[in-house]
């Protein structure tokens, strides 16, 4: 069973498998009456202990609530290798990127400058070594700003070669040369730091902690990868708090324990340490230890953001994007998720795809959103770019619509199990847009689709079943999978399971079972509902008749575009029913509806300027209505055109 609290379920484990940080959970509900299940959310564990499991909420299709089922779905250990690519080489050096903080005294400019903050072995004493803190800019001539860069730069090259560093040493720029070095194996390296972390070197008992958190040279073991960031903390080294924050902050091995967490990230943030700036910015848009202050997370990001820290760029990017503590700028949001997607943050590729998509605070434009959801996809297949492309061929978003490529990355995404793509492309086929028309294959995907917990697929699922489309008609499928989307919220499959009440179509007539499914849905602005609703007080089904009641469910539809409560708001105006006869109110909504083909409506148009009721009668005006009704088989229009003369 579920508690839960915020974006975090509580589970309480009930077997002898215990779930591992990681692993994925689903959230779901159990139907009685299709004894299947529903799943209503996914979330990911990231802490366990004591007969509990604590996991963070990702995704929803419904609302997740207390006493719901947890299943946990273990994830497959991924083996970590033992040893670099072929051809990989150091320098023997222990590297970091340079602080902001070091960096200005010096002159250098933020995000800018690699530390070297120790040596794998003695350092030589020769002026042509590199040497504990020395700040490495160029090697053969070229910028390397960062790490990142330095090991694209080193890619391809042999050891036992000689390059030239620009280097800053004692303050004072140098050119030294260096002998490239082959890279150790991750067993060799966690050797060479346990070494180093023996003796107290600081930087080596973080660097340990961290292979011992990932499985990387040793096995995994996340008690030992605490004890070493533990003890790196507490000789003040900036980056040994971070990590042992982090550990607190999550509760790896441990319990979890945000506020020591949050004095741990708090004092390495102090030091300049980049990671931990990210951090403190996290810790106050959260407001999980201190207050809520959207202006103090913007500076922390922006501080690690020019130190060249991808999640506080695309940080920065959602803040500018959405006008968190700052107003909304285009230009800003467009600069930091560039610099993020520069560095392969997909979900910064994804929010560069949306505002070109939505065109609100940069200029719209279909083909640049694209190619950011193309980058975003390409590396993996990520599913969330297919679905942004498949919606973005689909809808067009200043471009004509191509239902072909839509249909290509729906599919893309459906094969993935993807329920809504499931459905999406359910829907191409039932419609043939971008495919043949195939109702066979709208039906096998909508249930896909509902077998994994959309609840639009569920309601699709309900209608191909009730009107015998690409399966066998079967009432008691259709209610069934209408009242499983119903009960889990779902609008539509309210409205459809209050209409076969109310028409008795198989389920005994119940008129007040209608109105309750109608009112569900109602209240959450269907506005079939919202008519039907009116319908069910204007003539007094399954409710007392209620006139008033009937002109505010037709009036809500009637705002909304539906042209049978426009037509009836408009009678409610000419008759002077529940509000004070308005003759040209009525037949403002009578155009309206009558704009939309409801013959109703056109023959009350008609009516209304034969007689001159709220405008000067007009025969031609009122005939040419009158004939639009009456081409629809309207008999009253077909009545008064006799009476006026004209055969219908």
Known sequence: ?????????????????????????????????????AVVGT????????????????????????GQRVRILPSTPVPQPVAPSSGSVWFGAQMANLSTQSAAPLGIGPGIGILVEGMFE?????EGELRPGDILLRLDGQPVKRIRYLETALQGLASGRRVSLDVVRDGQPRK??????????????AEMNRRLAQRGVAWAQTNLGRMYRDGHGVAADWTEAARWFREAAEQGYARGQDEWGDMLCVGLGMKRNEQEAYEWHRKAAAEGYVGAQSSMGYYYESGSVVQQDYGQALEWYRLAAEQDCVESQERLGHYYSNGFAVPRDGEKAVHWYQRAAEQGHVFAMLALGDLYRDGEIV?????????????????????????????????GYGAEPDFV??????????????PDAQRRLGAMYQFGKGVPPDAKQAFDLYRKAAEGGNLLAMTDLGWMYEQGKGVEADKAQAIAWYRKAAELGEPTAQCNLGTLYGSGDGVPRDEAEAVRWYRKAAEQDHVLAQSNLGDAYFYGKGVRKDYAQAFQWYHRAAEQGDAKAQSQIGYFCEQGIHVRRNYPVAIQWFKLAAEQNDAYAQAYLGYMYRNGLGVAAG???????????????DQWAKQMLQDMGVQP
């Open 1 to 37: 069973m579920a508690e839960i609290e915020g974006e975090t379920v509580e589970i309480t484990l009930d077997s002898a498998a215990i779930p591992a940080v990681g692993d994925k959970a689903e959230v779901f509900v159990v139907i009685e009456e299709l004894g299947e299940r």
């Open 43 to 66: 979330a990911r564990v990231t802490r366990v202990e004591n007969g509990s499991a604590w996991a963070r909420i990702e995704n929803t299709t419904s609302s997740v609530e207390p």
């Open 122 to 126: 003695d350092p030589v004493a020769a």
């Open 176 to 189: 030294i040369n260096v002998t490239l070095l082959p890279q150790p194996s991750n067993s060799e390296l």
């Open 363 to 395: 200029p719209q434009d279909a083909s640049l959103a694209a190619h950011w959801y193309r980058r975003a996809e390409e590396p993996t297949g990520l599913c969330p770019a297919q679905m942004c492309l498949g919606h973005l061929y689909e809808s």
């Open 405 to 418: 490529e839509a249909a290509k990355w729906y599919h893309k995404a459906a094969q993935q199990d993807h």
């Open 619 to 633: 025969r031609t005006t009122a005939l040419t209505w009158l004939l639009k009704a009456a081409e629809q088989n």
